[in-house]
């Protein structure tokens, strides 16, 4: 079964850090570009950040741009999102997301997304 | 990297075609055939819907369609379900690696 599983959900004051995990299993982790997406509590969707597959090109959203670093070990099928100087506006469920792949064309799709993780700046 | 508009609610009987529309500029919807449409219900993660536009990954009913003019990208759901009352999200891409959403929308079967 094709999954991602988000970990790292927590409390943490303002100023603080944390560091988010998202395991992939059921497919070849190392050929797609992966995503971090939030939700802040009763709104909707905001793009956080992108990293290839190799991990050499990365991108993120301005309001985390400094204070965030994505990154994946390709070899424990696994992407990771560290957060620091975190502010009460940075609370929101975090989703890890997989982009679709059409042959070997990026779509800017997120086909397969974790259950999401609570991160709480309080 | 200002997200795409879409109106907060759409409504429609069971049986009715209903629109819902995405707006963004040149640099965003207009420039790429790369927008996305998002189905989320409450306490769960976003499905996808439609990719590359128009496009429906596979087992998504054929019931929902996407298209595209100019800086306006729409997503229309016809023979609307009770079951398709849900938050919608449109998305594309933004240029230098970015990805912008939209606001979201609240569809109502009524």
């Known amino acids: 079964e094709v999954q991602l599983v988000e970990s790292g959900a927590g409390l943490v004051q303002p100023g603080g850090s944390l560091r988010l995990s998202c395991a992939a299993s059921?497919?070849?982790?190392?050929?797609?570009?992966m995503h971090w997406v939030r939700q802040a509590p009763g709104k909707g969707l905001e793009w956080v950040s992108r990293?290839?597959?190799?991990?050499?090109?990365?991108t993120y959203a301005d309001s985390v741009k400094g204070r965030s670093t994505i990154s994946r070990d390709n070899a424990k099928n696994t992407l990771y999102l560290e957060m620091n100087s975190l502010r009460a506006e940075d609370t929101a469920i975090y989703f890890c997301?997989?982009?679709?792949?059409?042959?070997?064309?990026?779509?800017?799709?997120?086909?397969?997304w974790g259950q999401g993780t609570m991160v709480t700046v309080s | 990297q200002s997200a795409l508009t879409q109106p907060p609610s759409a409504s429609g009987s069971p049986g009715q075609s209903v629109t819902i529309s995405c707006t963004g500029t040149?640099?965003?919807?207009?420039?790429?055939?790369?927008v996305s449409w998002y189905q989320q219900f409450p306490g769960k993660a976003p499905k996808l819907m439609i990719y590359?536009?128009?496009k429906r990954p596979s087992g998504v009913p054929d019931r929902f369609s996407g298209s595209k003019s100019g800086n306006t990208a729409s997503l229309t759901v016809s023979g609307l379900q009770a079951e398709d009352e849900a938050d919608y999200y449109c998305?594309?891409?933004?240029?230098?690696?970015?990805?912008?959403f939209g606001g979201g929308t609240k569809l109502t079967v009524i």
């Open positions: 590359e536009v128009s």
């Open positions: 990293i290839n597959s190799d991990g050499k090109y990365i």
């Open positions: 040149s640099s965003d919807v207009g420039g790429y055939n790369l």
């Open positions: 059921g497919f070849t982790f190392s050929l797609h570009w």
């Open positions: 998305s594309s891409y933004g240029g230098r690696y970015n990805v912008v």
């Open positions: 997301a997989r982009e679709a792949l059409v042959g070997r064309t990026q779509t800017d799709a997120f086909d397969v």
